[in-house]
Nanobody
Framework: QVQLVESGGGLVQAGGSLRLSCVAS????????MNWYRQAPGQQRESVAG???????NYADSVKDRFTISRDNAKNTVYLQMNSLKPEDTAVYYC?????????WGQGTQVTVSS
């Protein structure tokens, strides 16, 4: 049993910042990566950022240089720092953990960016 709990979403104005957190609990063996996805109304779910067990990171082109993914292994927590937010960043953001051989998802947290 693995649970992922997200927090930090909310309503901000364009240009503002938010920091999302995802706390993992349960049987956390053989973690391959932790990731953030998002899904906007009428859109497909898309990958935003990921960090591997070795510390390598990757970002979608749309958020590169604005978002930063990081982790605190002692707290089993992954973060997504979001700066210079744009209205097109509005979406439900989901935490994902790939723990071989399974993949787990959080419940999602709403991020709304107003003009």
């Amino acid at each position: 049993q693995v649970q992922l709990v997200e927090s930090g979403g909310g309503l901000v104005q364009a240009g503002g910042s938010l920091r999302l957190s995802c706390v993992a609990s349960g049987s956390l063996f053989s973690i391959a990566s932790m990731n953030w996805y998002r899904q906007a109304p009428g859109q497909q779910r898309e990958s935003v950022a990921g960090i591997t067990s070795g510390g390598n990171t990757n970002y979608a082109d749309s958020v590169k240089d604005r978002f930063t993914i990081s982790r605190d292994n002692a707290k089993n927590t992954v973060y997504l720092q979001m700066n210079s937010l744009k209205p097109e960043d509005t979406a439900v953001y989901y935490c994902n953990a790939r723990i071989i051989p399974r993949s787990y998802w959080g419940q999602g947290t709403q991020v709304t960016v107003s003009s």
